[in-house]
Every structure is written in C-alpha cells, then in structure tokens.
C-alpha cells in the first residue's frame, strides 16, 4: 500500500478531491431543489430521487463536457500550434519527440497481420484525443438528456410544451448552460498558458525552474 501511495498519490489526492466535491454538490442540490419544490407547493424528492433526476444530471454533466472538450482542444491544437515560452508548447524550432511516426504503414502493409499492426498502431498513436474527444461526446448527450428531463418539468409546471432531447439542443437555453462553462475553461488554460511563461512556482513541474529565462535552451 506504501508504494501504491507513493506511485499514485497526485491522482488519489485529485479523485479524493472529485468525490468530496461531488457528493457535496449532491446534497447542496438536493436541498436547494427540495427548498424550491417547497415555494412551489409540490412534494419534495428523496436523495435517491434527486441524483437520477434532470437537474442534477445537467448540472454533472454540463461541467464535465466542458472540462473535456476544454482538454481535447488543448491535446490536438498544441499539435500544430505553438506558444513561446510555456511548457505546454512544443519548441519554436526543431522536431519534437512526440512528432516520431510508427514505423508500421498501413499503405505498405502487404499482408492483413501486418495492415491490422498498422491500424492498431495509428489508432493508438491517437488514442489521448480518441478517449478525451469521446467523453466530450458522452458528457454532451448526457447533459442534452438531463436538460430535457429538467425543462420539461418546469414546462409542466408551467404549462408549456414539452420538447425532445433534439429539440432541447437547438434551445438557447441549451446553449447557455454549454458556453458559459466553455468559457470559463478555455480562459483557464490560456491564463495558465500565458502566466507559466514568466511566472514560476518552485517545485511544481508546471512550471519552469527559478532564475532559468523563459526560453532557456529549449528554444521555446
């Protein structure tokens, strides 16, 4: 258990972290939504109730896609794109290590074991932005769902139509929910981005190391 706390400590610390916040969030929730149910006249939920209910899927999930989304452009942009002076960058000039291609060709694969090796290796060599793009993907259809779940509770309430999971993505209020979190997340990075090329925090691997320049033999 010692050296698995050793080798594993930063994401235990971080998921630690994730379950108290989101368990947390589960009750404020589920208190504030009962608080309204109460204005409103109608019976209140149990906890049970309240995690599988719309309002609180929406509430997860439309965070989680934009922390994804936020993280696959960061993967994908820093491809070709650079930033002088961030470790986040690949250097100004010259290859990168990440640049090496495989060695394995799908179009010079003769025989199918050797063409399967190929696929299998372009698609690993794209696997981070593969697996980011797709819990994009998940987190996005589950926020739709859940938004649709808790608009058309407040539209029977209301009396208002009700709409499909298609419908409620053409919303403005759809749209609302995603951006206002999209930019939060991309105005995080890039002040990260931005504030790690001159600023330095002793110990953190974010950051460069004291009294080296911003540029210091990495060519970035």
Do not use: C
């Not at 996005?140 to 499909?164: C, K, M, Q, W």
């Not at 999971?165 to 749209?175: K, M, N, P």
């Amino acid at each position: 258990m010692k050296k698995f706390w050793l080798n594993n400590n930063l994401s235990i610390v971080l998921i630690a972290i994730f379950i108290f916040s989101i368990v947390g969030m589960s009750f404020a929730g589920w208190l504030d939504t009962n608080e309204e149910l109460i204005d409103r006249k109608q019976p209140t939920q149990s906890y049970g109730e309240f995690v599988v209910s719309g309002d609180f899927i929406e509430g997860v999930f439309e965070n989680w896609e934009s922390e994804f989304l936020q993280m696959f452009a960061l993967v994908v942009l820093t491809i070709w794109l650079r930033q002088k002076g961030s470790e986040d960058s690949k250097p100004m000039r010259g290859p990168a290590e990440q640049d090496t291609s495989s060695r394995y060709s799908i179009i010079n694969a003769s025989t199918w074991p050797k063409r399967k090796k190929a696929i299998g290796h372009a698609l690993y060599s794209h696997s981070l932005s593969i697996a980011l793009a797709a819990l994009f993907v998940f987190s996005f259809t589950l926020h739709a769902i859940g938004g649709t779940e808790a608009y058309n509770e407040d539209a029977r309430y209301y009396g208002s139509p009700t709409v499909s999971v298609v419908e409620y993505i053409t919303t403005s209020r759809f749209w609302y929910e995603s951006l206002q979190n999209w930019q939060s997340e991309f105005l995080a990075v890039a002040t990260l981005l931005l504030l790690s090329i001159k600023l330095r925090e002793r110990g953190s691997p974010e950051s460069k190391a004291i009294g080296t320049r911003y540029d210091h033999k990495t060519g970035k």
